[in-house]
């Protein structure tokens, strides 16, 4: 009975998401696995022609990251962990009204690994199990993609699970490299990656489900020997796997839900998918 409680409860906060996905109980998140969100959220995104944090610019009638939030709640998140930063009090008000929802301040942009660990002392006294790791400006991301992500990563008890996608133009991605058996290597990074590895199309969309205990213990170990001198989550699944840890990856994302939002036209075109998508009248702007 209690999972079915579980399984009515999910299905109305899919509805309202308006992600169109009916649960299947063999994937429904019991209630002794608790899984919850870490949304990084503190960026400005200084090429989208305004003064607004990134995550508030506005996608089918939403600030982005509520349709980030969303999906995770959607997917049996408890809680959602926004990192915020810059104009962080637009953020909390953006947010006041859903449910689940949290902050926790990284007042210097050292990197995504820093961002993440931010989020740790929300967990001081509580308890931690899995967790979904997400970027704030990702608005397309799908319950279903999410809960495919938290089925194999538990599937295979793992510590790490990528949900990755193939797509035609790799440029600016972060590269998924696997050794020869077919297996996780590592990821990475655009500008740190060789001629032959920028070749590779299987990217890196930033969908990561961790063992909570597993990441933090992780990204205490994280260096910043990059070309961007930041401290890379990217690096947590390497490590991991280098510590004899199991690292899953999962062909989950569709590629058009993995196009970037770095300018107003980027923007105008995640907006009209969304809108599409969801059945809704295409804004007046847009249309222009």
């Known amino acids: 009975m209690a999972t079915q409680l579980v399984l009515v409860q999910s299905f109305q906060v899919q509805v309202l998401a308006g992600q169109f996905f009916i649960p299947n109980p063999e994937r429904a998140v019991a209630e002794n696995q608790r899984v919850d969100a870490i949304i990084m959220a503190a960026g400005k995104g200084t090429r989208m022609g305004g003064d607004l944090p990134k995550v508030l610019y506005p996608v089918a009638g939403e600030p982005m990251v509520k349709w980030v939030v969303r999906a995770c709640r959607a997917a049996g998140a408890e809680r959602c962990i926004l990192v915020v930063g810059y104009k962080q009090e637009l953020v909390r008000e953006a947010l006041a009204d859903e449910a689940g929802v949290e902050f926790v301040e990284q007042l210097e942009q050292k990197g995504t690994a820093h961002a993440a660990q931010m989020a740790e002392p929300a967990f001081e006294g509580k308890p931690i199990g899995d967790l979904f790791l997400l970027a704030g400006d990702g608005p397309l991301i799908r319950s279903q993609t999410l ?61 990561y489900c961790f063992d909570g205990g597993q990441m933090f213990k992780t990204i205490d170990q994280i260096g910043a020997n990059n070309a961007q001198g930041e401290y890379y989550i990217t690096d947590a699944p390497g490590l991991l796997k280098q510590q004899g840890q199991t690292v899953t990856v999962v062909d989950a994302v569709p590629p058009e839900d993995v196009l970037s939002i770095n300018n107003p036209e980027q923007l105008a075109e995640v907006d009209r998918i969304l809108r599409e998508r969801l059945g809704m009248p295409m804004d007046a702007g847009a249309r222009a």
């Open 147 to 207: 809960g495919r992500l938290l089925e194999v990563h538990r599937r295979s008890s793992a510590s790490a699970t990528l949900a990755t996608s193939v797509i035609d133009d790799p440029t600016g991605y972060g590269r998924i490299i696997r050794d020869t058996d077919g297996q996780f290597d590592a990821i990475v990074e655009q500008k740190d990656a060789t001629d032959e590895q920028r070749t590779v199309k299987e990217v890196n969309p930033s969908y």
